[in-house]
């Protein structure tokens, strides 16, 4: 960039920051201005930072411990929320990875044994090369050993309830010059953040604005998935062949890593899929037009980036959306996958279950359709 066009951007954001009010209400609820943003989504595009005045926010009460270079942008912000949503699901410790909107990849401790710095790897090692530059958040307090691991290659942001002084000291040391300019923020307690279908969650509602200025108001994507429970096996009526049941029972684990599929999957831009072995993502697809495609670009993620070291071997996988072909499953049992959950809704529910009864995979239904189209 040409010193004129800093200054054509500079005196830019000056002019426009300024239409930004110190307070707003929007749909009921009361908002104030915590800051201006480095920049909205692109650099040429002014933005400001509001929280709601009441309540504990998480985010919008999160303090920063070490900024970088700069402030934070409005996709550094989206990506912080869309990580804490995924991390807030879990009691055991959890770590997301954010790029542009989009998980590259997410993990949970498998065991008690499984440190914090090992599950970060497993979030981070699904996608390397995506997490270049992500956003990295934890459901608990960083620690020292963790801290070194994130700081072995670029990461933009850090978010996560506390940091050990051990922590704090790798993300300082003097000679980190990869991640010199690295941003730690300290959220605030995560059970702040509505989770299940029925929490309060009035001062979350989602704003889009349309390019005529309108707006849509509409209730947060929550889940009614609370355990397991609510992922029976898959059942339904088919007109040639009556009810069509899956009876394939899954493996040992398979049941928790469907639940993790879920829980990230609410994440991810539709049409979504997500694969889990042993609490971590294998690969993620995600905004195909079409559903197979999302499972094909998975498979096809995987394959490039593992090139043999992993397997998909009885791995689990979310779909945020019904098979309207059984096609997707087929494309997941011929990976490896043995287990699946999606919502029902499909005219073809029987013919899908009853193909993946053929190929061996455990089929569950889970209660809605959780498409995002952030």
């Known amino acids: 960039m040409n010193n004129q066009s800093k200054v054509s951007r500079a005196t830019y954001l000056s002019r426009n920051l300024g239409d930004f009010a110190e307070s707003l209400e929007i749909a009921g609820v009361a908002y104030e201005k915590v800051e201006d943003l480095r920049y909205g989504t692109n650099p040429h595009q002014p933005a400001a930072f509001y929280r709601p005045i009441s309540g504990n926010r998480p985010i919008g009460n999160m303090r920063i411990v070490k900024s970088g270079k700069s402030g934070l942008s409005q996709t550094n912000l989206e990506d912080i929320s869309h990580a804490l949503n995924i991390v807030k699901f879990f009691d055991r410790p959890a770590c997301a990875c954010m790029k542009h909107v989009n998980p590259s990849g997410a993990a949970a401790a498998a065991s008690d044994a499984e440190s914090l710095a090992e599950v970060y790897r497993k979030a981070r090692d699904c996608d390397p090369r995506a997490a270049f530059g992500s956003v990295v958040a934890f459901n608990v307090e960083v620690d020292g050993e963790t801290a070194q691991e994130i700081m072995k290659s670029f990461v933009e942001c850090v978010v996560a309830p506390a940091y050990s002084a051990a922590a704090l000291a790798a993300f300082n040391h003097p000679e980190a010059r990869l991640n010199r300019q690295i941003r730690i923020v300290e959220g605030g307690d995560l059970a702040g953040l509505p989770k299940f279908v029925g929490d309060d969650c009035r001062a979350c509602r989602t704003l889009k604005v349309l390019h005529d200025g309108s707006l849509v108001v509409a209730e947060p994507l929550l889940t009614a998935v609370r355990g397991i429970d609510d992922l029976p096996a898959a059942a339904a009526v088919d007109k040639k062949n009556g009810e069509v049941v899956s009876v394939v029972q899954p493996k040992p684990g398979q049941l928790p890593d469907l639940l993790t599929a879920w829980y990230i999957n609410l994440n991810v831009r539709s049409n979504g899929v997500v694969i889990v072995k042993n609490g971590g993502t294998l690969a993620v697809g995600t905004g195909e037009q079409d559903r197979v495609g999302a499972v094909e670009q998975a498979v096809a993620k995987f394959r490039e980036k593992y090139q043999g070291k992993e397997d998909m071997t009885d791995a689990a996988m979310a779909s945020?959306?019904?098979?309207?072909?059984?096609?997707?499953?087929?494309?997941?049992?011929?990976?490896?996958?043995?287990?699946?959950?999606?919502?029902?809704?499909?005219?073809?529910?029987?013919?899908?279950?009853?193909?993946?009864?053929?190929?061996?995979?455990?089929?569950?239904?889970?209660?809605?359709?959780?498409?995002?189209h952030h």
Do not use: K, M
């Open 320 to 372: 945020d959306g019904f098979f309207p072909f059984p096609d997707a499953v087929e494309v997941a049992a011929a990976a490896g996958i043995t287990a699946v959950v999606a919502p029902a809704g499909s005219l073809r529910d029987g013919e899908v279950i009853a193909r993946a009864n053929q190929l061996g995979v455990a089929l569950r239904h889970a209660p809605e359709r959780i498409f995002s």
